[in-house]
C-alpha cells in the first residue's frame, strides 16, 4: 500500500544536469499518473547501465537518462526557420555520450588507419576493436524555436568531426579537423553548419542524420556492398541505407 500524500506539493527546484544545461522542477501536486512515469523510468533504468562491458562516464550516464526517461517536446517549424535577420546561430548544450554506429543491416562503421573518410563494414569475432567510436555533443538554435529534431555534432575525437561539402553537385562526408573550442557556438552564415545534423528517429532503436546546411540529405551506407564509404545521398536513393542503430 502506497503510504506516500499525493496531495503533497514539490517545491520548485533547479537542477544544472550539466554546463548551460538546466532541469527546472516546477511546483505541482503528485499524482498517480506521476508515480506510475516514475516507476516506468525506474524499470527503463533496471539494467546497470554500460557500454561495451564498461561503467558510463559522468557525461556519458546523463546522456543515457535524458534519452530514456525524460520526455523531449518539440515544435515543428518551416524547413527554412531562422532569426529575423536571416541568421541561425546554435549553442552547444552537453557533451553528450560515446557510441558507435552500425546501420540497419548490421554493417559497422570503421576508419582505416590515417584516412579522414569512413566505410560500412561487417565485423567478426576478434575485430569489433575496429569500430569507431563517436561522441555526439548536442545544440540547440538560439532565438528560435526548436526543429522536430535534435542537432547534433559528431566527432571521433576532441578535434575531429564529421562535415559536409558540396563539390560539384554531390555532397561529400568526410572527417575535418576543428578545435573544439571554435565550435562552441555555430553559426550558419559562417559556413560552420556544415559540421551539424538533424537526429531523428526513424524506428524503433534507430535514426537518421540529416545535413543542417544541406537539407534531404542523409548520412548513408550501401544497402548491398561490403566495404564502401559511408556518403551523402539524397532521401529514398535507391540502394542506400539511412538509418543507423547507436551501440
Known amino acids: 500500500m502506497c503510504d506516500f500524500d499525493l496531495s503533497q506539493e514539490l517545491q ?18 503528485r499524482t498517480l499518473q506521476g508515480v506510475a512515469n516514475l516507476v516506468l523510468a525506474i524499470n527503463r533504468m533496471a539494467k546497470p547501465p554500460s557500454r561495451c562491458g564498461r561503467e558510463l562516464s559522468e557525461d556519458e550516464f546523463c546522456s543515457l537518462i ?18 529575423g535577420d536571416g541568421r541561425v546561430t546554435f549553442q552547444r548544450v552537453n557533451s553528450g555520450m560515446q557510441f558507435s554506429l552500425c546501420d540497419s543491416v548490421q554493417k559497422d562503421i570503421v576508419q582505416q588507419s590515417g584516412d579522414l573518410k569512413l566505410q560500412a563494414i561487417t565485423l567478426k569475432g576478434g575485430h569489433y576493436e575496429r569500430k569507431v567510436n563517436f561522441k555526439m555533443a ?26 559536409c561539402t558540396m563539390t560539384d553537385g554531390k555532397l561529400e562526408l568526410t572527417l575535418e579537423n576543428c578545435s573544439k573550442d571554435e565550435l562552441l557556438k555555430i553559426s550558419d552564415n559562417q559556413n560552420m553548419d556544415r559540421f551539424l545534423f538533424f537526429k531523428r528517429a526513424s524506428a524503433l532503436a534507430l535514426y537518421t542524420f540529416e545535413s543542417v546546411k544541406y537539407r534531404d540529405w542523409f548520412i548513408s551506407t550501401s544497402s548491398k556492398d561490403e566495404d564502401q564509404l559511408v556518403e551523402m545521398c539524397k532521401v529514398d536513393t535507391a540502394g542506400r541505407l539511412t538509418s543507423f542503430k547507436l551501440k
Request: a negative charge.
Open 138 to 163: 548536442r545544440y540547440v538554435p538560439l532565438g528560435v524555436c526548436a526543429a522536430d529534431a535534435q542537432t547534433v555534432l559528431l566527432s571521433i575525437t576532441n578535434n575531429i568531426h564529421m562535415s
Open 12 to 29: 520548485d527546484e533547479i537542477i544544472r544536469l550539466d554546463k548551460g544545461l538546466e532541469l527546472e522542477v516546477s511546483r505541482s501536486k
Open 66 to 83: 535524458m534519452d530514456s526517461v525524460i520526455e523531449e517536446t518539440v515544435v515543428k517549424t518551416d524547413r527554412n526557420w531562422s532569426t
